[in-house]
């Protein structure tokens, strides 16, 4: 599970530096892809914490 929690946090700063490149370029939208980009981080953490949690394991296991 922490290899699975890595990945997802991986996948989630990923999302979160195109984030940045695109708000760097481009004029924040409302519902704009920088927008798009930082709620799939969001929901990355939160699906990795979340199975983390039903599964009983600790943050260091």
């Known amino acids: 599970m922490r290899e699975k929690l890595q990945a997802a946090i991986e996948r989630a700063f990923i999302d979160l530096h195109y984030a940045e490149a695109e708000l760097r370029i481009s004029q924040t939208a409302e519902n704009g892809p920088e927008i798009e980009h930082i709620r799939l981080a969001?929901?990355?953490?939160?699906?990795?914490?979340?199975?983390?949690?039903?599964?009983g394991e600790t943050p260091d296991a």
Do not use: F, H, M, T
């Open 42 to 55: 969001i929901r990355e953490l939160q699906s990795a914490i979340e199975s983390r949690d039903a599964s």
